[in-house]
């Protein structure tokens, strides 16, 4: 099809459809056509209004409760009041629980280290992440990863109850300790000052006096 | 991360890929589900079966599109599994939903809104054209429509935001 064959309506609805990838054929119909020239300008304009529109703010994207969440949580109930054992198994539909056990699922190879780490290197994580952790365990693993927009220190220690993954998030606030299970993995979000430590561990649920100590070791400096 | 060590996680570039696109995800979601929650729910299945599948994703290039098509489907298995109710765009309107609020520009405000009453037909070609950067052939696949009726449903989605800007209405192809 020509440039002449083209009425002023087709070419309004290609322009209309993708104003970014026009056809040869509409381009040199706006050549000789004013009034849509005219339109497609304002098609364009309103994509960069309707690009802007579209990326939304995320730091207004907090939670709020939602149905999933809500059932979640119900199901959650009936199956503490099943297993009548006191333990409260929560599956990480929390963010942050989802968030840390994904990350350790990707760092799986970290499970496996038992060299004792150099102090300098843990240092050097540490200092990274802008954090003191004051433990006298050993720890066997230390890296600073990427974790909600910062670098933390991601840990893991050796307990006699065997190897602990600990994440320390001076950014993450929670309220309260939560325990989660999820791929065979246990967990705790343990509420420490400012922000938070999260406990993995993949051999049983987490002595509390190893997740104590933990928290008690830990101390925000940036 | 990268183990103290030395030497890189094969995983670590995947995590990296995610982490950079999820941001758009959470939007994305948000425009379908017109529900924060929801949007962060979909996209939190999305990153686990992302994971899970991850090799299937033979050329990173096409992650962004491959990402999209997950969230969607999440979305349509959240809402088949849950039964959630649909989100009534009056009640959006009347909530104000802070999310689509902008500083200082309420014509941007007005535009997220009059985006969030399309109707879904409209909308998500829309979004994922615009945020996603689908082509017209991209979506129309993804959908599973020709791709007139993409076309068609693009130029009606743009027509009718035309009006927040008080330009006036193209003449609809039938």
Known sequence: MSAADLDCRHVRLAIGADP??????IEAHLAGC?????FRDETLSLDAKLRAALELPLPQFRR????????????????ALVVAAGAWVLRPADALAGEVVAHVEEEADSWNAHELMPASAISSVLNTAGVEFDSQLPVVYAAPCPFRGRRIAHLVVQTAHGPLTVMLL???????REKFAEDGLHGLLLPAGTGSVAVLSRAAPIDAGDADSMVSAVRWVK | MNPPSGGTSPAAPFSRLLEMLRPDLVRFAYWLARDRAVAEDVVQETLIRAWKSRDELKDTAAARPWLFTIVRREHARLYERKRLPTVDVEEVEALGDPALASDGDSGLTDLRRAIMQLPDEYREPLVLQVLGGFTTAEIAAELGLTQPAVLTRL???RNRLRVIY???PAEDAE
């Open chain 1, 170 to 176: 001076p950014h993450v606030h929670v309220t309260r």
């Open chain 2, 155 to 157: 130029f009606r989605a």
């Open chain 1, 64 to 79: 709020r409760a939602s149905p999933v969440r809500r059932y979640a949580l119900a199901a959650s109930v009936v199956l």
């Open chain 1, 20 to 25: 970014g990838h026009l056809a040869p054929e």
């Open chain 2, 166 to 168: 008080g330009l006036a």
């Open chain 1, 34 to 38: 004013a009034a849509c020239r005219r």
